[in-house]
Structure formats: C-alpha cells, structure tokens
Nanobody, 115 residues
Framework: QVQLVESGGGLVQAGGSLRLSCAASGSIFSRNTMGWYRQAPGKQRELVATIASGGITNYADAVKGRFTISRDNAKNTVYLQMNSLKPQDTAVYYC?????????WGRGTQVTVSS
C-alpha cells in the first residue's frame, strides 16, 4: 500500500498557475502509475492526467495543453503543473498510485479558480 500526501492547492485568479505535489511512501514508487484526478462539487471524480512508470503521459481533453504531469522517482513525488487556469478547474484534486492489484488515494487538495 502507498501513502500519498498532496500539497500546493489554493486560490488563484483565472489565467494563473499552480503546481501540485504528491509525496508518496510505503511502496516502490517507481513501479506505480501515478495520476491526478479531480472532483468538483456535485460531480463525479474524473481523470486529469496519468504518468506511467516509464514516463508515458495521458491527459483529459479538458486540460491538454494547459496541465503537465511529471514525476521524480528519486524524490518519490509526482507533480501537476497547471497553467492558464479556468474557473471550471475548481475542484478537489486527488493523487492516485496504481499497480496491478492495488490502488491508493491521497486525501486531496482544494484548487479554487476565481473569475
């Protein structure tokens, strides 16, 4: 099982940027596919971006070209750089670590984008 702690959320104006971090412990970080998901009030949790152990990335259409996911295996940390933020990006952002037979979640960090 992997323990995950997110940080970096906050309040930002539309057009601004934030960088989220997710620190992992308790497992071999490099073997996990890491992902960021988000959940807005009244909506289901949705995929934002994932990065596989080999570095291949995948993004939701809504964030392509604006968000960048990256990982530092030496620091057991995954990042989400968010640029050109929009009010519709407002949500709680969750970090996920996945490998066959296992999926772990952090507690989330709030991102609020004002118009």
């Amino acid at each position: 099982q992997v323990q995950l702690v997110e940080s970096g959320g906050g309040l930002v104006q539309a057009g601004g940027s934030l960088r989220l971090s997710c620190a992992a412990s308790g497992s071999i970080f490099s073997r996990n596919t890491m992902g960021w998901y988000r959940q807005a009030p009244g909506k289901q949790r949705e995929l934002v971006a994932t990065i596989a152990s080999g570095g291949i990335t995948n993004y939701a259409d809504a964030v392509k070209g604006r968000f960048t996911i990256s990982r530092d295996n030496a620091k057991n940390t995954v990042y989400l750089q968010m640029n050109s933020l929009k009010p519709q990006d407002t949500a709680v952002y969750y970090c996920n670590a996945k490998r066959p037979g296992s999926s772990s979640w952090g507690r989330g960090t709030q991102v609020t984008v004002s118009s």
